[in-house]
């Protein structure tokens, strides 16, 4: 199995390998010292239409990086022999993610340097140990080696920037180009670790001038030794002023930390004193809707009072039109008695009649006789 066998996000400007490839000249001749399994061979082909020439202890990387090199050398940086690469010269020799591998890198860079023409150039990307997740977990004494990243398991040397520079002078390297790869500790293999530091530990860590670096990518040129000297107190100084500027910057950042933290406070209060008066508004709102329920109820049981008084009247109205019906019946009765009464009076008034004219006859014989 290839333990570094990359897949290179072309779209990313923060990945080491595109920063390392933005020095290359296209058409170039280019040696890449650990081409693992080819994968940046594979982009200066294509892209850069460059000659490579590879070097890889791992066989099996090596065989797959031969599709992508006009040639592959297997074997140890430390151990090979230059005479493996004939009359073949350079411009551009690329150590990406290999020193840090190396017992001696101060040799490694003599020995390759004269494979440099004229013009040629060397680029190394090498991690920064002087990392806020390495320094943070030095603090906390909870350093632990990982399978890849800045404590990769496989590292023998650990760099910060000032130890880079005097590793070059020594080599009568000088830097002409200087760039990083920027990664917070939630995005790297540190954000798995609980730190437990004092907060003002971390604060001066946040104060070093490249705790958020992850990767030097650094393009140096061979020069004599004076001048060497020269260009690496150059860039010390330019070092020791980026870290002014960045002591400058973090006691800005800790300013308008405070104001933020002051805004956030009266937020909060405010944000306090409406939940406040929301509470409040709520607590009015149950009671419009606790008299809202009682006067609900209170509707309920006079509509259930009118529905009794309905059924009531309803009742009283059936009486009342009984009533009118045995008055009616009533008022028939009597006229029947009425008319009865009348008849009898009628029948009585002929019968006296009647028994007058009987009378006056039976006294009227009663005379004559």
Not at 52 to 81: H, M, Q
Not at 84 to 108: K, M, Q, S
């Amino acid at each position: 199995m290839i333990k570094y066998d990359y897949t290179i996000d072309r779209k990313n400007p923060n990945y080491a390998a595109n920063k390392i490839l933005s020095f290359i000249e296209p058409g170039g001749e280019v040696l890449d010292v650990g081409c693992s399994s080819g994968y940046l061979a594979h982009i200066l082909r294509d892209e850069f239409h460059c000659r490579v020439t590879g070097l890889e202890i791992d066989g099996e990387a090596a065989v797959k990086a031969e599709s992508f090199c006009e040639k592959v050398i297997v074997a140890d940086v430390e151990k090979v022999d230059i005479a493996a690469f004939g009359d073949r010269r350079f411009d551009a020799i690329i150590l990406a993610d290999v020193l840090e591998h190396l017992r001696n890198p101060g040799d490694v860079l003599r020995k390759i340097a004269p494979l440099l023409k004229k013009d040629g150039f060397i680029v190394v990307s090498i991690p920064n140990f002087g990392y806020k997740g390495v320094l943070l977990g030095l603090a906390a004494g909870a350093l632990q080696r990982t399978s890849h990243g800045i404590l990769d398991d496989t590292h023998v040397q650990f760099f910060t920037l000032p130890g880079i520079f005097q590793l070059l002078s020594a080599c009568n390297l000088v830097p002409v180009a200087l760039d990083r790869t920027i990664k917070g500790v939630a995005d790297s293999e540190f954000a798995s670790q609980r730190f437990d530091v004092p907060a003002e530990i971390a604060e001066l860590i946040d104060l070093g001038a490249e705790v958020d670096t992850y990767q030097f990518i650094v393009k140096v040129r061979p020069l004599s030794a004076d001048v060497c000297e020269q260009a690496a107190r150059f860039f010390a100084s330019m070092v020791l002023q980026h870290g002014a500027l960045r002591k400058e910057l973090h006691a800005d950042r800790k300013h308008f930390q405070r104001i933020l933290a002051e805004k956030n406070r009266l937020i909060e209060q405010r944000n306090e004193a409406m939940a406040g008066k929301n509470a409040k508004i709520d607590m009015q709102q149950q009671a419009i809707a606790g008299k809202n329920l009682f006067i609900q109820e209170r509707d309920q049981v006079i509509a259930g009072k009118n529905a009794k008084i309905d059924m009531q009247q309803q009742v009283i109205a059936g009486k009342n039109l009984l009533i009118q019906e045995r008055d009616e019946v009533i008022a028939r009765k009597n006229e029947l008695i009425k008319a009865k009464n009348e008849t009898i009076d009628r029948l009585t008034a002929e019968l006296n009649r009647h028994w007058s004219v009987r009378v006056l006859k039976a006294l009227g014989k009663k005379t004559a006789g």
